[in-house]
């Protein structure tokens, strides 16, 4: 085939010269460029190399424009538009092949524009060409290598352009390397622009749903934004796991972008709600397990009545799972005590968060008419009335309903139990202030507090406590349940402590005639601690049924001492509340506390530590020294971090030794006991470390703390983070990481303690 010559040239690259100066101007007008283009290309059939090459040449200068000027990237899109387009006289197969060659061959090239032009081609002709073009497996196979190499290129823009390029082939399961390409450069990318372009083309899969999910980490709101927009167009809610569903709405509707909690409502709404769930919003609540990620289930409730998309149809209510008898299905008699239907966890919690916000929307109404006036406050006042109208047409009709329900459920077993919260919960927006309701729910209210522990046995035939053993009800928001419906009916000041305190006087004697088994020990230990978790003083516990110090001495002691191990470690949780309360903590107290932390396993340990920080802390270091007649100063700074710790293992209560000295000691101890396992993975080194921590960040309160030895503390705690045994403890890793990033800004003090900690450490390191 005979090469072009120059004069053959010069005339069409003048006329395609012309017709890219016009396209330049406006997208309007690519359609008729593109056919005057198609009939300069057959006009000039005959000899095919003239346009071809006319073409390349007539283009060369938008390789070396380096500005991304609007103009620019219309002559891009008109030129792919062109090679993609299908002219109806002739075959546009050669012209394409020929054409991506050229562009490929540009891509290489040094200079960083001509490669950024050339892929940037390429990527529009990949995004715009039909599917039934046709176009050789070989020549896809080199673009494909082409982009993939393109894809790690030192421009950011040019990685841009590549990874969209791919983006077409990457659901192709035959090119499982783009997505694997995709993975490895996501987490590496610095760009966000580049990472932006990589979330938006991953395709759906098992493996890219846990790189995009991630992303809604990412430190860019564009990124995460982009990872919501993938979320909802390529994942359907069935295709995610429970965890998966419930990590994407707790970050997105937390997220600080206002931006990003829209797209993540969006997505909640648009996508999960209405076209997954048919628009009902309890097949969401159940399709997110609300039972396990309650926290979850409550934000996407929320969300959605602020949204007002929940509302409430005429004649459905809680009143509707109290049927009469004629009303009581016959199918449900098994599954059921008379007159109640049983809830599913996602209902109770659906019709919790409709009264919550009922209740909140009628207060702020009705606050906003106490505070206008005239026709404002009137409508105000009409929106307060019609939720709090509609507040009471769902909640149960009388008290009794209402107690009813919360037996039934809890008589129904522990599959239930998350429901019976819920309906505890629920006491908080009725109202007791008639005596008749009063005197119904405060009997309810007894019962609850003298429930005992659920337990089960094991194969051995012994008791084991099913729940935290150290809450009532073995749960903390069970616990907080209860206290909220308690106090709810006895809010008189003074009356909830006094309920409790009758019932501890009960519970407590089998403990005093030692007839109690370790069960009964307990529950009467979590009823009182919820009295003293609650109470505001301990004058507010004083003068009641039974005096504090009584259950001090014939309770909280000898609990402490107890053979199991389960008893000690509440006894010696309340033991550290109960301290919280007093002036000034009793003698007895400290001594028994400061026992069980050298003498106790692990889980009595912790807790033991956690409460002596807890007193320290609060009635100041010197203070607790006092009780127990130790008024020399502390000689912790006498033995550092190379000297041999001091052996507390055959310490006592007695011991001379001081708190922080003793604590501190702890901290030097390399070989406690861990053999009885704790919750949380937790360490009596985790609990010292988070302590100190908690002291040096507050050190400006405590004067009696010289602040020389903040160094030797702040050193320790950063030996305590680089050493072996810390690596398995992710909690106190993450205590103290925050730690280090905040303790140097809060004074120059702390600042120079800092520096003269890490020299300290620095030392250490290099004599170990």
Not at 7 to 30: F, G, T, W, Y
Not at 141 to 151: G, P, S, Y
Not at 448 to 459: A, G, S, T, W
Request: net charge negative.
């Amino acid at each position: 085939m005979e090469k072009a010559t120059d004069e053959e040239e010069k005339p069409v690259m003048l006329r395609i010269a012309q017709i890219l100066d016009e396209a330049r101007a406006s997208n309007a007008i690519h359609n008729r460029k593109c056919k005057e283009l198609y009939a300069l290309r057959s006009k000039t059939a005959s000899s095919s190399p003239i346009f071809f090459t006319s073409f390349c040449k007539t283009l060369l200068p938008l390789f070396a424009f380096q500005r991304r000027a609007a103009s620019a990237e219309r002559i891009v899109r008109f030129v792919s538009a062109f090679a993609t387009g299908r002219d109806p006289d002739q075959s546009d197969a050669a012209f394409l092949d020929e054409f991506l060659r050229f562009l490929l061959t540009a891509s290489t090239a040094s200079n960083r524009t001509a490669r950024f032009r050339a892929c940037q081609i390429i990527s529009e002709i990949i995004m715009q060409l039909p599917d039934d073009a046709e176009v050789s497996s070989e020549l896809w196979d080199e673009v494909i290598d082409c982009m993939m190499l393109r894809a790690g290129d030192k421009i950011p823009v040019i990685r841009t352009v590549a990874v969209r390029a791919l983006s077409r082939f990457a659901s192709d399961c035959e090119n499982s390397d783009i997505v694997d390409l995709f993975l490895e450069m996501l987490p590496v990318e610095q760009i966000v622009e580049v990472r932006k372009t990589i979330v938006l083309s991953l395709p759906p899969s098992n493996a890219t749903a846990q790189a995009i999910i991630d992303c809604t980490l990412d430190v860019s709101e564009s990124v995460r934004k982009a990872a919501y927009c993938v979320l909802a167009s390529k994942f359907p809610l069935q295709s995610l796991s429970i965890k998966h569903r419930t990590l994407i709405l707790r970050r997105g509707l937390a997220d600080r972008s206002l931006a990003v909690s829209k797209e993540c409502l969006k997505l909640m709404k648009d996508e999960w709600l209405n076209k997954c769930c048919n628009g009902d919003p309890l097949v969401l609540l159940k399709y997110l397990d609300v039972e396990t990620y309650e926290m979850v289930g409550e934000s996407v409730a929320g969300a959605l009545l602020k949204g007002g998309e929940i509302r409430v149809p005429e004649g459905e209510s809680i009143r509707q799972y109290i049927l009469s008898n004629s009303e009581r299905a016959e199918e449900d008699s098994e599954r059921c005590t008379p007159n109640i239907q049983l809830m599913e966890a996602e209902v109770a919690l659906y019709w919790r968060m409709i009264c919550r916000h009922l209740q909140i929307e009628a207060h702020e109404k009705g606050s906003d008419a106490a505070s206008t006036m005239g026709t404002e406050a009137a409508v105000y006042a009409a929106e307060a009335t019609d939720n709090n109208d509609l507040l009471e047409r769902i909640l149960p009709a009388t008290i009794s309903d209402y107690i009813d329900l919360v037996k039934s459920h809890i008589d129904a077993g522990s599959n239930y139990r998350f429901t019976c919260r819920q309906l505890l919960l629920l006491g908080a927006m009725l109202d007791f202030s008639d005596t008749s309701n009063r005197k119904v729910a405060s009997t309810f209210v007894l019962e609850l507090l003298h429930k005992p522990f659920d337990h089960e046995v094991d194969e051995y035939g012994n008791m084991v406590v099913i729940g935290d053993g150290i809450n009532l009800g073995g749960d903390r928001d069970w616990a907080d349940a209860v206290y909220g419906l308690a106090s709810k009916v006895h809010a008189a000041s003074g009356e909830f402590e006094e309920v409790v305190l009758r019932v501890v006087e009960e519970l407590v004697l089998p403990c005093r005639e030692r007839t109690a088994d370790f069960m009964q020990w307990m529950h009467c230990l979590a009823v009182f601690g919820l009295c003293l978790e609650k109470a505001k003083s301990h004058q507010s516990i004083k003068g009641r049924a039974i005096e504090p110090v009584e259950l001090l001495q014939s309770l909280l002691l000898p609990a402490a001492k107890h053979s199991h191990l389960d008893v000690q470690r509440i006894a010696v949780r309340c033991l550290g509340l109960f301290g919280l309360l007093e002036k000034r903590p009793s003698e007895e107290l400290v001594k028994q506390l400061k026992l069980s932390f050298v003498k106790g396993p692990a889980p009595i340990s912790i807790v033991a530590c956690k409460a002596l920080f807890d007193l320290g802390m609060w009635h100041q270091p010197q203070e607790v020294d006092r009780t127990v007649g130790q008024n020399m100063s502390s000689q912790f700074q006498d033995y550092g971090m190379t000297s041999s710790p001091l052996d507390i293992s055959d310490m006592d209560g007695n011991s001379n030794l001081k708190l922080l000295d003793l604590l501190y000691a702890g901290l030097l101890k390399d070989d406690w006991d861990n053999s009885v396992a704790s919750e949380e993975n937790e360490s009596v080194q985790g609990a010292l470390g988070e302590g100190f921590a908690k002291i040096l960040l507050l050190s400006e309160n405590y004067q009696s703390i010289p602040a020389c030895l903040n160094p030797l503390l702040l050193s320790k705690l950063i030996t305590l983070y680089f050493s072996n045994e810390s690596k398995e403890l992710q909690r106190l890793k993450q205590c103290l990481s925050v730690f280090f990033e905040h303790y140097p800004s809060l004074s120059a003090n702390h600042k120079e303690s800092s520096e003269i900690g890490w020299k300290c450490c620095q030392i250490y390191f290099l004599l170990v």
